[in-house]
């Protein structure tokens, strides 16, 4: 299990909690430092079944106005700015969610 993680984030915070208090063994990945490949953040949208645009963090100043629904666009422009990416996802095996 993996957790895409922002220590500034307190619904990040609590779902690493959360896994720590459930005894969950998990790996931390600082995404905003540890910035996932335009792969990697593919394959956890389709973990997710979501498109980039859906988990897309819209008060980030880096949210882009002018871009279409274009997958590809989308991934690269949040690999170049990883604070658009929502907070905390976990990953396990075929599985991902956004914890709320």
Known sequence: MEIWHNPRCSKSRAAKQRLEDAGTPYTERRYLDDVPTAEE????LKLL??????????????????????????IAH?????????????????????ER
């Open 78 to 98: 949040m690999v170049a700015n990883p604070s658009l990416i929502e907070r905390p996802i976990i990953i396990d095996g075929t599985t991902a969610h956004i």
């Open 49 to 74: 079944n979501k498109e980039p645009w859906e988990i897309a963090r819209q008060k980030e100043p880096a949210y882009p106005t002018n871009l279409e629904h274009d997958r590809a666009k989308w």
């Open 41 to 44: 953040l593919d394959h956890v």
